[in-house]
């Protein structure tokens, strides 16, 4: 394809809706046939019908898409294993798809492939950099939207959405984890290779600069139960990203993760009180419902937690080290899905 | 957009050898319900998503629909979980009883 060719193509991908906002790699007959070459399967191949238009996504049009995005061919099977996961119904596509909120699908790989593909799990690793964070997770996000058909202010409600919206993908830091890798403790071999998929808003910073962990911890805590945090009215899954010298603090006094997440269930709570003053709960007790049995709606003092389950709070550790950061990425009352590639 | 290429547009992404990333079928698998002619005796259904006011607003519906256009009955129902699709039962319910169906997803 000669420069005005290419030129041509790039600006059909506007005239016709189907890029992110920004210029997408022209799909050509021979690119898409060589991704499809790389997955060993038929271009026909059926992975999903997405929501909540109900488009096909074959391996035919996820690799247009993913050339479009910028991919590898060898990044096909993270993208098609994101899309199976991610249809998977307590993720509720259809609702993330459409919903008011926020959220946008994070996608976290875990295992050896995450190595060998060079997917970002250090310093910046949100942010830009990396081509198989860039493309993988844009992969994923126009795949939703031109085979999903989620269009932004036509069937995709989101009030704001969230820069993830272009590309949300990352890789666990395992070398930095002082506890077994994400997957491993969800059941997987450390030789496995997985993609977890969670409906997730825009990552929150917690900054924390001494060395005790309880009360680096109670930090944590208290920035995970604010008010205006959805969880808090729907539950859900929710995640905690420990940056490497946080992780490193609280493994170095004995902490492992089903302790920090004891601690978090804990304490992360509201006052019932506190809950109905603002927020969804506000006049519609039905919401009530998705607290914990053990929270009593009628007394006032009550201490909800952020999730019904302690185990519904997931932690990994990611970023770069060096940095007193951490993040907590809330989610929207669905569940993650994680699975092998 | 998700529509089918026209046939200009086909033949632009056929001179410049390029694949379109949609399903060319999926438009074709939504249509609006049929209109019918009057509301006038009419069942209808009026299906909430159980946020706060969506019941309001639905009922202040019903009640402007009735008032002008003397409904035969209303089914007034709720989904269970307003993220999701209203469940088979409820769509069942809906369809074999209403001749339309009014939804409210207040927010």
Request: glycine share 10%; aromatic share 8%.
């Amino acid at each position: 394809m000669n420069t005005l060719a290419t030129t041509d193509a790039i600006e059909l991908m506007y005239e016709t809706g189907w890029t992110d906002g920004l210029p997408t790699v022209p799909p050509t007959r021979e690119k898409v046939e060589q991704f499809i070459g790389y997955t060993g399967r038929s271009p026909d191949d059926l992975i999903a019908e997405l929501p909540p238009m109900g488009g096909q996504a074959t391996v035919e049009r996820i690799a247009v898409n993913a050339v479009m995005a910028g991919c590898l061919p060898e990044h096909m099977p993270v993208v098609i294993a994101a899309i199976e996961a991610l249809i998977d119904d307590r993720f509720n596509l259809r609702g993330v798809q459409c919903s008011t909120g926020i959220h946008s699908p994070l996608l976290i790989v875990n295992g050896p492939l995450a190595r060998t593909l060079n997917i970002n799990s250090s310093y910046n690793c949100f942010g830009q950099g990396w081509r198989a964070n860039a493309t993988i997770g844009r992969a994923v996000k126009l795949i939703l939207v031109n085979l999903g058909g989620a269009l932004p202010g036509v069937t995709n409600k989101a009030t704001f959405g969230h820069p993830g919206g272009y590309t949300y993908c990352i890789a666990e830091n395992e070398e930095a984890s002082p506890w077994d890798p994400f997957h491993v403790d969800l059941g997987f071999a450390p030789e496995d290779s997985t993609v977890t998929v969670f409906p997730a808003e825009a990552p929150h910073n917690i900054m924390y600069h001494a060395v005790r962990p309880r009360d680096f911890l109670t930090v944590l805590a208290d920035s995970m139960c604010t008010l205006g945090n959805v969880q808090m009215y729907v539950m859900g899954d929710t995640f905690v990203i420990l940056g490497p010298e946080h992780a490193r603090m609280l493994a170095e006094a004995g902490w492992r993760k089903r302790d920090i997440r004891q601690f978090l269930f804990e304490h992360a709570r509201k006052p019932v009180s506190l809950l109905r003053r603002g927020g969804p709960a506000q006049g519609d007790s039905r919401r009530e419902l998705l607290w914990p049995r053990f929270v009593d709606p009628s007394d006032e003092g009550q201490m909800v937690p952020v999730v019904r389950r302690a185990e519904d709070i997931h932690i990994l550790v990611a970023g770069g080290p060096g940095g007193p950061h951490s993040v907590y990425v809330p989610g929207w009352g669905s569940r993650m899905v994680i699975r092998k590639i | 957009m998700v529509n089918k290429p026209g046939p200009e547009l086909q033949e632009r992404l056929r001179q410049l050898d390029l694949l379109a990333p949609i399903d060319p079928d999926v438009s074709g698998k939504w249509r609006p319900a049929p209109r019918i002619p009057s509301l006038s005796g009419k069942v209808g259904g009026f299906l909430g998503n159980r946020k706060a006011n969506a019941d309001l607003l639905l009922q202040s519906i019903q009640e402007l629909l009735e008032k002008h256009y003397e409904l035969g009955d209303a089914v007034v129902l709720d989904k269970f979980i307003y993220s999701r699709p209203a469940a088979a039962e409820i769509v069942d319910r809906l369809s074999e009883r209403c001749d339309f169906v009014v939804t409210a997803i207040a927010d």
